[in-house]
């Protein structure tokens, strides 16, 4: 089976945009860097209800009200 079909695709529509804006705004206030893949990564999954999983904590971690996953593998 192709991945493709076992994913859902989560839209960035305009409240994501506004979200994503507010968030960057609020981190570089604190002096608070973000890659822009996370930061889109991590608003689009908060703003629809969804949880990330990684193994990348740390920056997903900047996201506020972001719900994480810690991924480790074995």
């Known amino acids: 089976m192709k991945l493709s079909r076992t994913l859902t695709i989560l839209p960035m529509s305009s409240h994501e945009s506004k979200a994503a804006g507010d968030e960057i ?7 608070i860097s973000i890659d822009i893949r996370d930061l889109l990564m ?4 908060r ?4 949880s990330i999983v990684t193994g990348n904590v740390t920056h997903f971690n900047r ?3 972001l719900n994480i996953l810690e991924y480790r593998r074995e």
């Not at 705004?25 to 002096?31: D, P, V, Y």
């Not at 991590?42 to 999954?45: N, R, Y």
Request: net charge negative.
């Open 25 to 31: 705004a609020h981190l570089e206030s604190l002096g």
């Open 42 to 45: 991590g608003i689009i999954a």
């Open 47 to 50: 703003e629809n209800g969804y």
């Open 63 to 65: 996201v506020r009200g």
